[in-house]
């Protein structure tokens, strides 16, 4: 039972701001490395990434609008998103893309539900 819930999507007005959270649950130790993408109508990119050892990389078309982190206890990743664009419009998801389980096994890749963010007057 190793669940990544996303939460904090919502419908904004460009020059907008919203903190998505990704908040993992089950028998994990950690999430080692994650990522947010975003999946539009006809692809879905990569926003940022993000590693426990504090390893980021952000993909070079958010123009430093969005900022990844990672709480202390290992168990949440968030996506600060400034200066919202309409063309920011998506779903958007969380990816584990390594957790650690209590068991020390590790999973690879364990998507979100995704959650909505719609930037529009």
């Known amino acids: 039972q190793v669940q990544l819930v996303e939460s904090g999507g919502g419908l904004v007005q460009p020059g907008g701001s919203l903190r998505l959270s990704c908040a993992a649950s089950?028998?994990?130790?950690?999430?080692?490395?994650a990522g947010w993408y975003r999946q539009g109508k006809l692809q879905r990119e990569l926003i940022a990434m993000i590693?426990?050892?504090?390893?980021?990389n952000y993909a070079d078309s958010m123009e430093g609008r969005f900022t990844i982190s990672g709480d202390d206890g290992g168990n949440t990743v968030y996506l600060q998103m400034n200066n919202l664009k309409p063309n920011d419009t998506a779903v958007y998801y969380c990816?584990?893309?390594?957790?650690?389980?209590?068991?020390?096994?590790?999973?690879?890749?364990?998507w979100g539900q995704g959650t909505q963010v719609t930037v529009s007057s």
């Open positions: 089950g028998n994990i130790i950690s999430i080692d490395r």
């Open positions: 990816n584990g893309l390594k957790i650690t389980l209590a068991t020390g096994e590790s999973l690879y890749g364990i």
């Open positions: 590693s426990r050892n504090g390893w980021t």
